[in-house]
């Protein structure tokens, strides 16, 4: 059975600093791309970052290029994935979801992504 566990989200004030992260288990998913997705009240789920199956090649969205770092651990099992969110916006408030592709590339497009997490609330607060 496929699982994908998001942790570690939290509320946290403007500036500060949160690493979240995902359990991928139920397949191998050292093989395969992984990337977070987060979606605001009333608005369309989007892009944070991706990374290959490795881990080794990453891609951000504009928005967080510089202040997050996407890393992939293949050497537990299950896989883990993290995002580090340092200097923390109130515009990154959102529910950040983990997300699974079914080749060796990531991707910033959520139809990509074969599988999913039920995501972990973040609320930065001024």
């Known amino acids: 059975q496929v699982q994908l566990v998001e942790s570690g989200g939290g509320s946290v004030q403007v500036g500060g600093s949160l690493r979240i992260s995902c359990a991928a288990s139920?397949?191998?998913?050292?093989?395969?791309?992984m990337g977070w997705f987060r979606q605001a009240p009333g608005k369309e789920r989007e892009f944070v970052a991706a990374?290959?199956?490795?881990?080794?090649?990453?891609?951000?969205a504009d928005s967080v290029k510089g202040r997050f770092t996407i890393s992939k651990d293949n050497a537990k099992n299950p896989v883990y994935l993290h995002l580090q969110m340092n200097s923390l916006k109130p515009d990154d408030t959102a529910v950040y979801y983990c997300?699974?592709?079914?080749?060796?590339?990531?991707?910033?497009?959520?139809?990509?992504?074969?599988?999913w997490g039920q995501g972990t609330q973040v609320t930065v607060s001024s």
């Open positions: 997300a699974a592709a079914s080749t060796m590339y990531g991707s910033s497009y959520p139809s990509q992504y074969t599988y």
């Open positions: 139920g397949r191998t998913f050292s093989r395969y791309g």
């Open positions: 990374c290959t199956y490795s881990g080794g090649n990453t891609a951000y």
